[in-house]
C-alpha cells in the first residue's frame, strides 16, 4: 500500500520533482500556535473554519512536506502562506485518534524547506458536517448503543457537543495513525502529540447561528478564557483562548440550557432535570471545605452541563464536565462534585499531579465521609484495571529506557494518570502524614514545575523522610506494581503473657513501598509499618497479648500485582512453648 501510494505521489502534479514517499515523516511538525475562525450552523450541522496555524519543524532534518489532518467528515479547501496557495493531495487515512475512524489528510508542498525548529505560517480553509458517528468503536465491535453513548459528539439543531483531538479532530493535526484495536497505540499516539502539542496556544472565535429560534440557547466553551458577546443579529460570538492544547482537549457545547448557581459551581442542565441539577449543585458545595483545605480555595467556578443522553460517558477538560445528570446517582454527587472542584483548585501541566490530585480528592471524601475502610474499597474497584495495564506494559519488548518512557512523568496513559497515580497521592498520605502532605500541596506552583523533581522537593522539605526511592519506583521510573507475600512465620509464648510472632514478608515486584502489615487474634489487632524494597525481604516481630491466628501485609492501600498470597495463617499446634 505505501509502495503505490509513493508511486502516486511522486507522479502528481502537486509536485515539480520527484517525492520520497518514505521519508515522509507525519509527525515532524507540530503545530505551535492556533488562531481560527470557526462558524457553527445547527440546523446543518456544519463547522467551517478559517484561520491561520503556525508549522515547527520538530524533526532533526529540513522537511518539504508537511501532513496536515482534520476528521473524515470535514474536507480540506485551501491551504496557503503569504496569501500564496500551496499545492496539496488530499487523501483519507485511517486512524482511531477521530470518531469516524478516519481522517481527510492534505499532504502539503511548501514553498521551502523548514529547518530543524523552524516555522512557517500556514493560511488553513475547511468545512463539513459532524455527525453522530461511533464507527471506530463499531468496527472493534462494541455493543452500537454502548458506542453511541461514549461518541456522542455531534453538532445537531437539539444538542451540540463536540470535544477535541482524540474525538473529533475539528483543528488541525499532524499523528501517526492510531488504532483502538491494537492495545494502548491511540493512547501512545496521542500521548506524543500531546507532548508535542504541550506549549502550543489556541486562539478561537466562534460564531454560532442561532436560526430563527425563538429560544436562543447558550454556548460553552472550555478555553482558559472566552468571553461570550451579546447577540449579534442570529448569532453568539465567542472569543476564546486555550494557553496549551497538551493539558485540554478543547471542547464546544451548544444547547437550550437553564442553570443553577451556586457560590462555587454553574449547573447547566436541560429541562426536567432540575432536580438532578439542585441536588448536584448541592453535594457540591458541600465538598468545598475539603478541597479547600488540601488544595485551596477554587480559583474559578467550576462548571457543569447536562448531556442529552443519560448513559453518556462523563468528560472532564479544563473548568468544564459534561455529564447526564439525569442518569447521575445522587449518592454519588458528592464523590463527581470533589473531583471538578479539585481540578477549580489545584492545576498542574503533568497529568499525574493534576489527575491524580483530582481522584486523591474523591478518596479523601470517602474518608470523611464513610471512613478509611470505605476509601480503600474505592480504591480497589481501580486496581484491577490498574493490575491488567500494569501486567500489559510489563509484557511488551524491551527497549532502551523503557521504564522511564513508560512512567508516570513521561506517560500519558489515562489508566496511570487516574489509579496509578490516586495510589501515589494515598501511599504519599500514608507516608508522611496530612498536615505535611497539605503543607507541600500548598507550596505548589505550576509556573515552577520545570523540572520532574519539583513535586518531590516540595515534599520532602515538608519531613525528615528520603522519598527518593519511592519517586524512582513509582513516578520517575515504570517498575511494575510490588507482589508481598508472607514468607513464614514463626510464633512462641513469652513469660509472664503474650505472644511473639516472627514475620518474614517478601517482595516479589520490582517496586518497593511501605506497606501495613497486621497480626489479628481474638478480639485484638497490630499493625505495623513496613519499607520493602522490591525484590527483597524483611524480617519483623511482633507482640500480641492473645493467642495470633492470622497475619496480613497490605490492607489495599497499595496496589499489588497479585494479593492471593497476602494472608498467612497460623497453626495453634505450631507454636512454641
Known sequence: MKFFFCLFFSLCVLCSSAVNCFSLDREAFAVSKYDLNVRIDPAQQRLGVRGKITLRNDSGTPQKFAVLQISSSLNWLSIRTKGKLLQFESQSYNSDIDHTGALSEAIVSLPDAVAPKGTIDVEVAYEGV??????????????????????????????????????????????????????????????????????ASMHLQLAVS?????????????????????EQGLEFIADCTYRSLGAMV?????????????????????REHDAAAASYANAAEKVVPLVTEWFGTPARKAETADLADPDAAPFESGSLLLTPLAGLDSKLGGLVAAHQLTHAAISSPRPWINEGLAHFAQVLYLQQEKGRQAALEYMRTHSSALTSAEAERQDLPQTENKEANQSLINGADEQLNRAKAMYVWWMLHDLIGDKALKKAIASYRPESDKEPSYMQHLIQAQTQRDLEWFFDDWVYRDRGLPDFKIDSAFTRKLLPEGYMVTITVENLGAAGAEVPLIVKSAGEEVTKRLLIRGKSNVVIRVETLNVPEEIVVNDGSVPESDITNDTFKINPAEIAK
Not at 448503543?145 to 493535526?173: C, H, N
Not at 436560526?211 to 454556548?219: D, I, L, T
Not at 478543547?250 to 436541560?270: G, M
Open 210 to 230: 442561532t436560526g430563527n429560534n425563538s429560544e436562543k440557547p447558550e454556548v460553552l466553551v472550555n478555553a482558559t478564557s472566552c468571553p461570550i458577546a451579546h
Open 250 to 270: 478543547p471542547a464546544f457545547v451548544i444547547a437550550n440550557y437553564e442553570i443553577i448557581e451556586r457560590p462555587h459551581i454553574r449547573v447547566h442542565f436541560l
Open 130 to 199: 459532524v455527525p453522530l458517528d461511533a464507527t471506530r468503536l463499531a468496527r472493534i465491535n462494541t455493543p452500537e448503543d454502548a458506542a453511541r453513548s461514549t461518541d456522542w459528539d455531534q453538532i445537531s439543531s437539539q444538542f451540540t457537543a463536540v470535544r477535541g483531538a482524540g474525538y473529533v479532530t475539528w483543528y488541525p493535526i499532524a499523528t501517526d495513525a492510531a488504532s483502538l484495536a491494537q492495545g494502548m497505540d491511540l493512547f501512545e499516539v496521542l500521548s506524543r502529540w500531546k507532548t508535542r502539542e504541550n506549549a
